[in-house]
């Protein structure tokens, strides 16, 4: 049922292109003409390329001549290009879920470092691709892509900790309250932002229109790191909360401004960073994932572990 509903407006938008590309063709009387079609009234209109047979009043039947349809092309569709063009699948809008793990590939951390522990599901990461460059390599199919990109990261953290990155190293907090009860925060999370460049290699079956297309492309994405903040939210406001070490020991107070707590800062993160990628797709399907081969913080400056993320591509241009 789909298919037949997009043939009848495939056929109807070729129908209005004539019409408004041949003025003279469509409204010419030498090529209209009437007569009985098995006891129904039959109307025929002839056009280049196109003929046009009205049955009655609620029927109507098109026949087109394939060598003489110039008029609209697979090249006029959105997405298509003129033929003998590379284009790559880097620039978009893309939506993914993002984490880390360390150097065993292990998602679940010591007690030691436990404030790590996030929830990827909420973990949401996006990226807007506004720019893309493209090389040919061998008869459009195989092409070099690189481009820009914005890059942001939401790291949730599951636990009642706050990091704080004014000290030599990396360091996390418990949160209490006045009566030395463990608090929880509403929101608990890591902000990183991150301009992107890519140098991907990339095969496509299909270079000539994203339609009906395989596409993968393997290569890095290098980034450099442009902000980056913690934000805790609380159930109340105008309350004073306590940080303590792991012996239970008042370091510090902390009082949210209207529920919440913003700190921006480098929280001992690299500057720099360099993913594999990969990104593969069909049509405009398209689906990335990427993992970072440097370590997130700086070395001796924090733990060992390395971002990853897994995507879909929901804008291509």
Known sequence: MKKIFVLTG??????FILFTANPAAANDPGNTYGNKDSGHDSIHRIMH????QKIGNDSMIIYIRKKDFHHFCKYDFPGCHKEGGYYGHWAGFEIGIGGYVNSGFNM?????ESYLNINTARSIMLNFNPFEFNLNIARNHFGLTSGLGLQVNNYY????QMIIGDSSQLTAYKIVD??????TPMVNKLFIAWINVPVLIEYQ???GCRFNGFHIALGIVGGVRIGSYTKQSFHESGTTYYLEDMNDNVVAS???DNHIIRQHGPYHLNSFKADATVRI???????????SITPMFVNNQGPVVYPWNVGITLMPW
């Open 10 to 15: 495939i056929m109807l938008m070729s129908v």
């Open 49 to 52: 390329g196109m003929k046009i």
């Open 108 to 112: 679940n951390f010591p007690q030691t």
């Open 157 to 160: 953290f599951t636990g009642n």
């Open 178 to 183: 006045n009566n030395g009860t463990s608090v």
């Open 205 to 207: 079956t299909n270079p």
């Open 254 to 256: 902390i009082n949210p």
């Open 281 to 291: 797709g069909w049509s405009f399907l398209n689906l990335f994932a990427t993992y």
